[in-house]
């Protein structure tokens, strides 16, 4: 707790959180998950 005070004392002082960065997270990872059972490499978009 001592380690993330300053962390959880910004939220309160600017209400600014990471939600923007977790959720295009999210999107990434949900994009790659369709194309987990991909066999043809030179098909998959990255």
Same mark, same amino acid.
């Given at each position: 707790? #001592? &380690?993330?005070?300053?962390?959880?004392?910004?939220?309160?002082?600017?209400? #600014?959180?990471?939600?923007?960065? !977790?959720? /295009?997270?999210?999107?990434?990872?949900?994009? &790659?998950?369709? /194309?987990?059972?991909?066999?043809?490499? !030179? /098909? /998959?978009?990255?």
């Amino acid at each position: 707790m #001592s &380690i993330h005070y300053k962390n959880i004392l910004n939220y309160f002082d600017n209400r #600014s959180t990471n939600d923007l960065a !977790e959720a /295009f997270n999210a999107k990434i990872k949900a994009y &790659i998950a369709q /194309f987990i059972d991909v066999t043809n490499v !030179e /098909f /998959f978009p990255i």
